[in-house]
């Protein structure tokens, strides 16, 4: 079973996620500090965190910092805040997904199964060229940037780059069109699962932490992603 962590202190929303999550045949563990939820995973395997931003020890975001240092499991944000600035920071630091209170817990369990299932192999599969030619587009960006479409895993010059699950939808869809510029709405609408749900500045922010992952393990490879001004963004191997 697919196992989900949900780190909430506030046990009425806690028990309802709980609940919403075990009926669609989640497995779930619930924990209430942010402290808790490290140690926790320190010593278990899950395959997606609900993370409350607003915890007694520390913030969500805080966690999700100390989570991306070492593993790219999907996160979800639930929040009390609604400012865009906050939305932006939960996806630039690695959320896939930021949703704010009141909720439907049914809806969380939907957007997990959602963010799940398009992280899959079979679904990255589905992509256009990845579908019909993942062993050409590896041959075609071999020592710069390399595509597994089998582990899901991109390489930069031999490197794995550590992404989150959008980061890594989002490089390979401008991977996978490479020397074409594509527009901020084009980039929501292929590596988003709900692209009505966020906004431009959501494709800037991610393409930050893409460049900045990039430069760790090439400095100047971050070139390849090019910003054109009023357009969008375009990715340019050479």
Same mark, same amino acid.
């Given at each position: 079973?697919?196992?989900?962590?949900?780190?909430?202190?506030? &046990?009425?929303?806690?028990?309802?996620?709980?609940?919403?999550?075990?009926?669609?045949?989640?497995?779930?563990? =619930? !924990?209430?500090?942010?402290?808790?939820?490290?140690?926790?995973?320190?010593?278990?395997?899950?395959?997606?965190?609900?993370?409350? !931003?607003?915890? @007694?020890?520390?913030?969500?975001?805080?966690?999700?910092?100390?989570?991306?240092?070492?593993?790219?499991? @999907? !996160?979800?944000?639930?929040?009390?805040?609604?400012?865009?600035?906050? #939305?932006?920071?939960?996806?630039?630091?690695?959320?896939?997904?930021?949703?704010?209170? @009141?909720?439907?817990?049914?809806?969380?369990?939907?957007?997990?199964?959602?963010?799940?299932?398009?992280?899959? &192999?079979?679904?990255?599969?589905?992509? /256009?060229?990845?579908?019909?030619?993942?062993?050409?587009?590896? $041959? /075609?960006?071999? *020592? *710069?940037?390399? %595509?597994?479409?089998?582990?899901?895993?991109? %390489?930069? %010059?031999?490197?794995?780059?550590?992404?989150?699950? =959008?980061?890594?939808?989002?490089?390979?869809?401008?991977?996978?069109?490479?020397?074409?510029?594509?527009?901020?709405?084009?980039?929501?609408?292929?590596?988003?699962?709900?692209?009505?749900? $966020?906004?431009?500045?959501? !494709?800037?922010?991610?393409?930050?932490?893409?460049?900045?992952?990039?430069?760790?393990?090439?400095?100047?490879?971050?070139?390849?992603?090019?910003?054109? #001004?009023?357009?969008?963004?375009?990715?340019?191997?050479?």
């Amino acid at each position: 079973m697919t196992r989900v962590l949900v780190v909430e202190d506030e &046990p009425a929303i806690a028990d309802a996620l709980v609940y919403a999550l075990e009926t669609d045949r989640f497995s779930v563990r =619930h !924990v209430l500090t942010g402290g808790d939820a490290l140690h926790v995973l320190s010593q278990e395997s899950f395959d997606f965190v609900i993370l409350d !931003v607003g915890l @007694p020890d520390m913030t969500g975001f805080d966690v999700c910092r100390k989570l991306r240092e070492d593993r790219t499991i @999907p !996160v979800l944000f639930l929040t009390a805040r609604d400012a865009e600035i906050d #939305r932006i920071l939960g996806l630039e630091i690695g959320g896939d997904d930021y949703v704010t209170k @009141p909720f439907s817990p049914r809806e969380i369990s939907a957007r997990v199964r959602a963010i799940l299932r398009r992280s899959a &192999p079979n679904d990255i599969a589905s992509h /256009k060229d990845a579908a019909s030619d993942a062993k050409g587009l590896v $041959v /075609k960006s071999a *020592k *710069k940037m390399e %595509h597994d479409p089998v582990a899901m895993r991109l %390489h930069c %010059h031999g490197v794995c780059l550590d992404l989150t699950a =959008h980061e890594y939808k989002l490089l390979l869809v401008l991977l996978e069109n490479e020397g074409r510029v594509m527009s901020r709405d084009q980039l929501l609408e292929k590596a988003w699962y709900d692209p009505g749900a $966020v906004t431009d500045r959501t !494709v800037d922010a991610h393409i930050k932490t893409v460049r900045a992952k990039i430069r760790m393990v090439h400095e100047g490879a971050e070139d390849m992603i090019q910003t054109r #001004r009023g357009l969008g963004y375009v990715f340019v191997m050479a």
